[in-house]
């Protein structure tokens, strides 16, 4: 089982920045691909950034194209945490912020949240215009 813990969401103002940050469980978290999904109300949840698992330690990333150039995903294997640094926020980037762990297919990265296994409770993000 792993257990994965989003924090470090608030309000920023547009042009700002913060850091979301996803702690994780479990001794195996190395091998996972994981990524950042959001959803705002009464919108689907949708892909924002992943990374994939690599034994070189050099990871594939992927973007929506959206945050494309604003945002940055990373991890840190020896904290079990993955982060995703949001800059140029806009209020358009409102939405619950949700990381979520692939366990099957960790060398690639999904950009579909149906092929993601393990999923945190979320934080919020708000950017006010």
């Known amino acids: 089982q792993v257990q994965l813990v989003e924090s470090g969401g608030g309000l920023v103002q547009a042009g700002g920045s913060l850091r979301l940050s996803c702690a994780a469980s479990?001794?195996?978290?190395?091998?996972?691909?994981m990524g950042w999904f959001r959803q705002a109300p009464g919108n689907e949840r949708e892909f924002v950034a992943g990374?994939?698992?690599?034994?070189?330690?050099?990871?594939?990333?992927n973007y929506a194209a959206s945050v494309k150039g604003r945002f940055t995903i990373s991890r840190d294997n020896e904290k079990n945490t993955v982060y995703l640094q949001m800059n140029s926020l806009r209020p358009e980037d409102t939405a619950g912020y949700y990381c979520?762990?692939?366990?099957?297919?960790?060398?690639?990265?999904?950009?579909?949240?149906?092929?993601?296994?393990?999923w945190g409770q979320g934080t919020q993000v708000t950017v006010s215009s």
């Open positions: 990374i994939n698992w690599s034994a070189g330690r050099v990871y594939y990333t």
């Open positions: 479990g001794r195996t978290f190395s091998r996972y691909a």
């Open positions: 979520a762990a692939e366990t099957n297919t960790p060398t690639l990265v999904a950009v579909s949240d149906n092929q993601y296994d393990y």
